[in-house]
C-alpha cells in the first residue's frame, strides 16, 4: 500500500464549534429580542469526576452563548421515583426548552426510564424512542449531539457523501446506530462495524470515511486505512500518561488519511456545539 506524502489535514472541532456558537448566540439575541430565553435544565446524579467536568462545560457553553441553564446536583442515593418526578416538573415548565440528565446514572436508576421521561419536544440529547424513530424515517427531530456533529465536521470540508462508503465502528444508540443512519440521509454506502465483525481492517480498507467510536485505544491503524480517506474518532480514551487519546492512531493514520480529527480538539468540542444548537431549536420551535 504506498503512502501519500502529505499528511492528512485536521478537522478542527474547537475552531468549528466556535463559528457554530457564535451562530448559536446570533438566533439567541433574535428569540431574546421576543422575550424569549432558551432554556436548558442539567441534571447529575452522583458523584461522577468525568461527568462534573462534561455538564460543567456544557453549563458554560449556554451560558457562553446567551442560553439560561441550570445545573442540578443530586447525591448518588436518588431514588428513581424522585428522578422522574423532577423530570416531569421540567417538561411542565415554559421557561425549560431541553433536559439533559447526564449519564451514566447510579444504579437504582434505570437510564432508559429516565430517557423515555423526558418530554420528545425537549430531547435535546436526542436519545428519545420518538427521536431515534424520527431520525429513522426522516421526520423532524433530535439528533443525537456526536453524530451531528460529525455532520458537521463533515459539511465543513465540503465531503459529499453521495455514493460513498461510509464504514462506522461501533454500534451504540448514542453514536454508532445514529451516526449511521445520518450518513445514509446523505446518500453514503453504510457498513456497521462492532465487535463480532470478522476482519474489521478488510472492511476499513474499502472505507472513503472511516467514524471510530468504541472507546479503545489504537483501533484503527495506519494499515487499516485507505489513502485519502476520511477519519473522524469518536473515541474517548486514556494512554499509560492518563493523556486524553482517541480510537484512531493518530500520527500513523495521519500519514495515510487525507482528513482526520484529533482528540482532544475535535468531535468533543463538537457535541456541546450542537447541544447548543439543539436547545435553541427547541426554543425556536415552542414559540411558533
Known sequence: MTQSTALAQIIDGIALSQQLRAD???RVNVLKARGITPGLAVILVGENP???VYVRNKVKACEDAGLYSVLEKYPPDLSEAALLA???????????????VQL??????DAAKVIEAIA???DVDGFHIASAGALMTGMPGFWPCTPYGCMKMLESIHFD???KHAVVIGRSNIVGKPMALLLLQQHATVTICHSATKDLKAITLQADLIVAAVGRRNLLTADMVKPGA?????????NEAGKLCGDVDFAGVREVAGYISPVPGGVGPMTIAMLLVNTLEAAERAST
Not at 476520511?230 to 486514556?238: A, C, P, S, T, W
Request: proline content about 10%; glycine content about 8%; aromatic content about 0%.
Open 86 to 100: 423532577r423530570i416531569e416538573a421540567l417538561n411542565q415548565d415554559p421557561a425549560i426548552h431541553g433536559i439533559l
Open 230 to 238: 476520511v477519519v473522524l474518532d469518536v473515541g474517548m480514551n486514556r
Open 50 to 52: 468525568a461527568s462534573q
Open 24 to 26: 448559536v448566540a446570533r
Open 120 to 122: 420528545p419536544a425537549k
Open 104 to 109: 451514566p446514572v447510579p444504579a437504582q436508576i
Open 161 to 163: 457523501l453521495r455514493g
